[in-house]
């Protein structure tokens, strides 16, 4: 996750450069559900509304919590599916929330209602994302619901009303991309506190929806009117929370934005993001899916680390036998083609490597998804990257 609002507020009101973080282990995102009342078609859980047999009981969920507070766990995203669906889903937030670990609840918002809000705010979530893909028409379109805008934004206004801290979780695409000054301002007819944009990243029904992904100018206009928009609302005493993700592209384009706006500054903002180090899969962000499979993010369903009915997360964390953890958590990654050469390399980490393997069968191949010109990043020769181009190799993906 790249937390746009804090790189942005210390070039317009610098401070010292603090040192170098890292949480005592790892972010971790947990489905506890597949099930799902929508059929989004960038899932990449590749849910419906159907029961999926394995998933773990109450018991066995109780168990995993425990561990995930002895191994030091800080924050934990509960999802789905739609998480809202599973009948414990109180009992297990609640027990995560005693266990003094920071808690979100990821949630489509249309199962938000009068019914369980009291429910909701008094479990106490540090945070609610809910999912929004545009406005009303295109949103109901992606998400193959007419309806669910209203109810989503319906959401909002609950959680506001109740104190709870609630943000939009907006996926960028070819589809939604010229609606996304709509959506900034949204946030502000809102009172929303949190934005996160998500790059279109390719698992699930996400695959096939790939080549919807923002061309490559089109997300650099988009990332360049979030900065510029994050910039206005501090120098006018707003400090709403924007995050990105699943693209570590955005801290070397930020940057470049800052030799430009803030060219005094921008020596600073490169020791933070060097501090950042940019895309953490396997090392500092985990992923537990509903049946129990541990893997490197989200993202990487395709591939499983263990299972926590058969060893406690933890034990399965610290294991660095497979040879893709080895990769992830070895500097400089044993990365291929440009990014091997990229001169942001120690900023971005190389980047989503989900995509890599997505588009060439190796994890280690560029990433397909950076929208950074060979010349910005100091590559000479080897693959053309036009800036302004769509991604032809995209075109490989089958669909």
Same mark, same amino acid.
């Given at each position: 996750?790249?937390?746009?609002?804090?790189?942005?507020?210390?070039?317009?009101?610098?401070?010292?450069?603090?040192?170098?973080?890292?949480?005592?282990?790892?972010?971790?995102?947990?489905? !506890?559900?597949?099930?799902?009342? /929508?059929?989004?078609?960038?899932?990449?859980?590749?849910?419906?509304?159907?029961?999926?047999?394995?998933? /773990?009981?109450?018991?066995?969920?109780?168990?995993?919590?425990?561990?995930?507070?002895?191994?030091?766990?800080?924050? &934990?995203?509960?999802?789905?599916?739609?998480?809202?669906?599973?009948?414990?889903?109180?009992? !297990?937030?609640?027990?995560?929330?005693?266990?003094? #670990?920071?808690?979100?609840?990821?949630?489509?918002?249309?199962?938000?209602?009068? =019914?369980?809000?009291?429910?909701?705010? @008094?479990?106490?979530?540090?945070?609610?994302?809910?999912?929004?893909?545009?406005?009303?028409?295109?949103?109901?379109?992606?998400?193959?619901?007419?309806?669910?805008?209203?109810?989503?934004?319906?959401?909002?206004?609950? *959680?506001?009303?109740?104190?709870?801290?609630?943000?939009?979780?907006?996926?960028?695409?070819?589809? +939604?991309? @010229?609606?996304?000054?709509?959506? !900034?301002?949204? &946030?502000? @007819?809102?009172?929303?506190?949190?934005?996160?944009?998500?790059?279109?990243?390719?698992?699930?029904?996400?695959?096939?929806?790939?080549?919807?992904?923002?061309?490559?100018?089109?997300?650099?206009?988009?990332?360049?009117?979030?900065?510029?928009?994050?910039?206005?609302?501090?120098?006018?005493?707003?400090?709403?929370?924007?995050?990105?993700?699943? +693209?570590?592209? =955005?801290?070397?384009?930020?940057?470049?934005?800052?030799?430009?706006?803030?060219?005094?500054?921008?020596?600073?903002?490169?020791?933070?993001?060097?501090?950042?180090?940019?895309?953490?899969?396997?090392?500092? #962000?985990?992923? #537990?899916?509903?049946?129990?499979?541990?893997?490197?993010?989200?993202?990487?369903?395709?591939?499983? !680390?263990?299972?926590?009915?058969?060893?406690?997360?933890?034990?399965?964390?610290?294991?660095?036998?497979?040879? &893709?953890?080895?990769?992830?958590?070895?500097?400089?990654?044993?990365?291929?083609?440009?990014?091997?050469?990229?001169?942001?390399?120690?900023? *971005?980490?190389? +980047?989503?490597?989900?995509?890599?393997?997505?588009?060439?069968?190796?994890?280690?191949?560029?990433?397909?998804? *950076?929208?950074?010109? +060979?010349?910005?990043?100091?590559?000479?020769?080897?693959?053309?990257?036009?800036?302004?181009?769509?991604?032809?190799?995209?075109?490989?993906?089958?669909?």
């Amino acid at each position: 996750m790249f937390r746009v609002t804090r790189y942005v507020k210390s070039l317009v009101e610098p401070t010292p450069v603090p040192p170098a973080h890292k949480p005592p282990g790892p972010v971790v995102i947990w489905n !506890l559900i597949r099930r799902c009342n /929508l059929t989004c078609k960038h899932c990449y859980t590749t849910s419906a509304d159907i029961d999926f047999a394995g998933e /773990l009981s109450t018991e066995d969920a109780m168990t995993v919590l425990d561990d995930l507070h002895r191994f030091r766990v800080p924050a &934990l995203i509960l999802s789905g599916g739609e998480p809202l669906m599973r009948p414990d889903i109180f009992e !297990l937030s609640r027990r995560a929330r005693a266990l003094g #670990i920071y808690t979100g609840l990821s949630t489509n918002g249309t199962l938000i209602t009068e =019914d369980n809000i009291d429910a909701i705010a @008094e479990v106490g979530y540090d945070y609610v994302g809910i999912s929004i893909d545009g406005l009303e028409a295109t949103h109901d379109v992606i998400r193959q619901r007419r309806g669910a805008f209203r109810e989503s934004m319906h959401a909002v206004k609950l *959680c506001k009303e109740r104190g709870i801290k609630v943000g939009l979780r907006f996926t960028l695409t070819r589809e +939604n991309v @010229e609606q996304f000054g709509d959506i !900034l301002a949204l &946030l502000d @007819e809102h009172d929303v506190d949190k934005f996160y944009l998500s790059h279109l990243n390719y698992g699930g029904r996400g695959r096939r929806h790939s080549k919807q992904d923002a061309w490559h100018q089109m997300t650099r206009d988009a990332m360049t009117r979030l900065f510029d928009h994050c910039r206005s609302e501090l120098e006018r005493g707003i400090e709403r929370e924007y995050v990105t993700g699943n +693209n570590d592209a =955005d801290g070397p384009f930020l940057l470049m934005w800052a030799r430009e706006h803030f060219p005094e500054q921008a020596d600073a903002l490169e020791r933070r993001l060097l501090n950042w180090g940019g895309n953490a899969s396997g090392e500092h #962000i985990a992923n #537990i899916d509903n049946l129990g499979n541990v893997h490197p993010d989200t993202f990487w369903w395709d591939h499983d !680390l263990g299972n926590v009915r058969e060893r406690p997360f933890s034990a399965i964390w610290r294991d660095t036998t497979d040879p &893709l953890m080895r990769g992830f958590r070895q500097r400089p990654r044993p990365l291929k083609g440009r990014c091997a050469e990229c001169r942001f390399l120690a900023i *971005c980490n190389g +980047n989503t490597r989900v995509r890599a393997w997505k588009v060439s069968g190796d994890p280690w191949e560029e990433d397909p998804g *950076c929208y950074l010109g +060979n010349e910005e990043i100091g590559v000479v020769g080897g693959s053309a990257r036009r800036v302004a181009a769509p991604f032809e190799a995209i075109q490989a993906i089958e669909l």
